[in-house]
T-cell receptor, first 114, second 113 residues
Framework: GAGVSQSPSNKVTEKGKDVELRCDPI?????LYWYRQSLGQGLEFLIY????????KSGLPSDRFSAERTGGSVSTLTIQRTQQEDSAVYLC????????????FGPGTRLTVL | AQSVTQPDIHITVSEGASLELRCNYS??????LFWYVQSPGQGLQLLLK??????LVQGIKGFEAEFKRSQSSFNLRKPSVHWSDAAEYFC???????????FGRGTSLIVHP
């Protein structure tokens, strides 16, 4: 079956521009996570959606970052007024939503801010 | 709050040699433990997980890991490494009451022919 997909796979933007990153989770997965992966830094949690509950935004690094999940499926991560330090790989993962289930990861979006 | 440490940033082994990647966690109770592998340009894939029961866990691709409560460790092992095992390996810890696991910084495995 289809796995988690993310688009675009690569995004190059200029400092100060806004970007939108998209994640299509596995059908039926109620939980969706966004992570940021910087070189040598491991995975940094950004935001977590579970069903219709309010998202856990505790990992968002600044108010320039936001995310939404429409209809309990597709999610969009938006970064406003991008900075060079936002350059990283942004990973999306989905799971069945029960506590500590396996997470299925997408291939990521590599964001480069010039 | 829980934390996880992967002490080795890089590990280099020869093909056919045995492998052990270290993972230590900090948490007051028994955590949920995971190992993921990330091949270049790919997302992460679950290798194995420990929730309870037998402390020696078998995973995919010939990997295994052992939970040692006394050492707060969950080291990943493989008896004979293949060139295709070259990748980044992440240990992750989940705790009761939270839906968000904490990931280590990863260990990069290099395999020499």
């Amino acid at each position: 079956g289809a796995g988690v997909s993310q688009s675009p796979s690569n995004k190059v933007t200029e400092k100060g521009k806004d970007v939108e990153l998209r994640c299509d989770p596995i059908s039926g997965h109620t939980a969706l996570y966004w992570y940021r992966q910087s070189l040598g830094q491991g995975l940094e949690f950004l935001i977590y959606f579970q069903g219709n509950s309010a998202p856990d935004k505790s990992g968002l690094p600044s108010d320039r970052f936001s995310a939404e999940r429409t209809g309990g499926s597709v999610s969009t991560l938006t970064i406003q007024r991008t900075q060079q330090e936002d350059s990283a790989v942004y990973l999306c993962a989905s799971s069945l939503g029960r506590q500590h289930n396996e997470q299925f990861f997408g291939p990521g979006t590599r964001l480069t801010v010039l | 709050a829980q934390s996880v440490t992967q002490p080795d940033i890089h590990i280099t082994v020869s093909e056919g040699a045995s492998l052990e990647l270290r993972c230590n966690y900090s948490y007051g109770a028994t955590p949920y433990l995971f190992w993921y592998v990330q091949s270049p340009g790919q997302g992460l894939q679950l290798l194995l997980k420990y929730f309870s029961g037998d402390t020696l866990v078998q995973g995919i691709k010939g990997f295994e890991a052992e939970f040692k409560r006394s050492q707060s460790s969950f080291n990943l092992r493989k008896p004979s490494v293949h060139w295709s095992d070259a990748a980044e390996y992440f240990c992750a810890v989940g705790v009761g009451g939270s839906y968000i696991p904490t990931f280590g910084r990863g260990t990069s495995l290099i395999v020499h022919p």
